[in-house]
Structures are given as C-alpha cells and as structure tokens.
C-alpha cells in the first residue's frame, strides 16, 4: 500500500526553537510539496521540490526552509517558530503528470 | 495567477439524496486540470475525481460526477445517493498542463449529511 508519512500526528513548540517536520514517501515520486491548511484559508503552498536538492518557493515562504537531500524525504524546517504558524501542515508527492496529489496525515503544530 | 473560489463554506444534504458543490476558476490558459479533493475528519486527503480540459466529457467515480463547463470556467462536484461516509472538507484544485505539478486549492466546502 503506497504511502505518504509524516513524522508526527501532533506537534507542540516553544516560540524561538528550530522545527522540523519530515515527510517520507514510498512511491519513487519526483515531487513533493509542502501545504499548510488554515480554517478559511484553504491550502496555501509553502515549498515544493521537483527532484533532489532541488526546491521552489510556493505561496508564502516566508519564515520556512525545507531540505530535500534524498528521493523520499521531504523536510519542512521553521528557522524560528512563531505562534503564527501554529498550522495543519500537509505533505504531498505525485509522480504523473496530471494525476494529483497523494498526501500524509497531516501535522498539527501549535507555537506556544 | 490563477484562482479558484468555493462559493459555499458549508452544505448539507439528506442521506440518499443528491448535492453539488460548487466551483469557479480563473486562468487564461486552455490546457488545464482540474480535481476535487476530499478530506474527513481523519485528515487524510483523498483524490476524487478529476478532469482534463481538453475533454470534453464530464468524468465520472461511481456516486461523483463533475459538470465541467469550460466557458464558464466552472467545475461542480455532483454526489449522488450521499451516504454518511460523504460527510468532509471538499477541496476544489486547479493545476496548469505546463510547468511545475503544484495544484492551486480552493478554501473548501464543508458537507454535512444528515441521517
């Protein structure tokens, strides 16, 4: 059963600490994304990644980083968290063209 | 750049009966796809349905079918028969046939279905 995992369910932070939320996929897919989801707001696209070492900034990059050092894994880094990126963090890979996205669970991450 | 708009934050339907979802876009390209995504509350986001452009018959999963009217730049999710398993976030995507695969998302439309 192909997959797209995420590290953590559930995630809560201090405000100033360094995060990092991973994401691993089976399937061999070129590229990844990373989406936060906020109520209202819909999925907003952070970063993606269309193959190793390689990233594009999405929507709002802003006070994100993400590494892409292996084929399957995709991390999403917060340099300094801030309360206002307590978030749903979705993460996502496809492969074909045009076939959409397979995505993880979702992490929840609160900033306190 | 290209948006998409769900009109309705919030639907309900009786189970057994039938709902559309509504979904409009803006892009000046004419290749294109589309996709309606589904996600319950267990989060995990799930693929429904999706369509291409280019053609012109709307796509059908079993119980979902889309009316896809490209003039209009219009795509509706039509679920029919709802069951209680149909209650979640239904996301509405776009996504450019060149270029890079990341999807545009609509803000969603809530579905309740009553018993």
């Known amino acids: 059963d192909v997959k797209v995992t995420q590290s953590s369910r559930y995630l809560v932070k201090r405000t100033g600490e360094k995060v990092f939320l991973e994401c691993v996929q089976d399937m061999d897919h070129e590229n990844m994304f990373w989406y936060r989801q906020d109520p209202g707001l819909g999925l907003r696209l952070i970063y993606f990644s269309y193959d190793v070492k390689m990233k594009e900034k999405g929507d709002i990059p802003e006070g994100y980083s993400v590494s892409r050092e292996k084929k399957e894994r995709f991390s999403l880094i917060l340099e300094s968290a801030s309360t206002n990126q307590t978030s749903m963090y979705l993460c996502?890979?496809?492969?074909?063209?045009?076939?959409?996205?397979?995505f993880g669970s979702g992490t929840r991450l609160t900033v306190v | 750049a290209q948006t998409v708009t769900q009109s309705q934050p919030e639907m309900s339907v009786q189970e057994a009966e039938t709902v559309t979802l509504s979904c409009t876009y803006d892009t000046s390209e004419s290749d294109y796809y589309l996709f309606w995504y589904k996600q319950p509350p267990s989060r995990q986001m799930i693929l429904v349905i999706r369509q291409e452009a280019y053609k012109q018959q709307n796509a059908t999963e079993n119980r979902f079918s889309v009316n896809f009217q490209k003039a209009a730049k219009s795509f509706s999710l039509k679920i029919s028969d709802s069951q209680l398993g149909d209650a979640a976030m239904y996301f509405c995507?776009?996504?450019?046939?060149?270029?890079?695969?990341?999807?545009?998302f609509g803000k969603g439309t809530k579905l309740t279905v009553n018993p």
């Open positions: 995507a776009y996504r450019s046939e060149g270029g890079s695969e990341k999807l545009v």
């Open positions: 996502a890979s496809s492969f074909l063209l045009g076939a959409g996205y397979t």
